[in-house]
């Protein structure tokens, strides 16, 4: 029976409102469950699988792709200014990075503040330190944290893959041409070792791309 307009007395077909709200509500639930499935994958398909798959920021707060040092060997450690390790290990730092060079090599430097007062400054300050005061050359990245909820991603697949969480200062983890650890080091073992270490993965870096030639 067709309902009658009470003012005019005309009669009115049932409107069709409901049903096109519905239909556009289930369309949008559809086409962003779609969108959520396609930024899921993307994320997934983009996670990092290596050291070097990652993006960090350099001590002037700029992205930086760590894809630059894949096929190269790298010792990166958590550093501090003002440790009771540090005027020997920057030293050491800097003389493995001179002797091995940068072109199969390199020290890949993260401040952390989060052992006591030994980094309490700026990236940049703590950089400009480190060049002014031991003379070295090698990388400085952004300061991090390297233990809990706020650690820096990078740095926490390394501490992952060798299931440690560095107590101090002046870690080291040697990262292979791949982006995977192979070895990391605490500060109170002897650096002849790191040496000798990263000198023979060079050595074989060196060896096997002779072999392709």
């Not at 920057?90 to 993260?110: C, I, K, M, P, W």
């Not at 990262?175 to 500060?187: F, I, K, L, S």
């Amino acid at each position: 029976m067709e309902a009658v307009d009470v003012l005019g007395g005309y009669p009115t077909k049932p409107s069709n409102t409901r049903a096109r709200i519905i239909w556009v509500l289930l369309s949008m639930t559809v086409i962003m469950g779609s969108l959520f499935m396609l930024y899921s994958f993307l994320k997934t398909a983009k996670r990092p699988t290596d050291f070097y798959s990652f993006e960090v920021k350099d001590a002037k707060g700029r992205s930086v792709s760590l894809e630059r040092y894949r096929g190269k060997a790298s010792l990166v450690v958590n550093v501090a200014s003002h440790s009771e390790h540090t005027e020997k290990e920057y030293r050491f730092l800097q003389d493995l990075h001179r002797e091995l060079g940068t072109s199969l090599f390199n020290v890949l430097a993260f401040p952390c503040g989060q052992f006591g007062d030994t980094e309490q400054g700026e990236s940049r300050d703590i950089e400009a330190y480190a060049k002014y005061t031991y003379g070295v050359t090698f990388h400085f990245f952004s300061k991090i944290k390297i233990m809990g909820s706020e650690a820096e991603p990078s740095f926490k697949f390394l501490t992952d893959s060798v299931k440690k969480v560095p107590k101090w200062n002046f870690w080291k983890f040697l990262v292979n041409t791949e982006g995977h650890v192979v070895r990391y080091w605490n500060p109170e073992e002897p650096n002849e070792s790191v040496r000798q270490e990263a000198t023979a993965m060079v050595r074989q870096i060196i060896l096997k791309k002779k072999a392709e030639l």
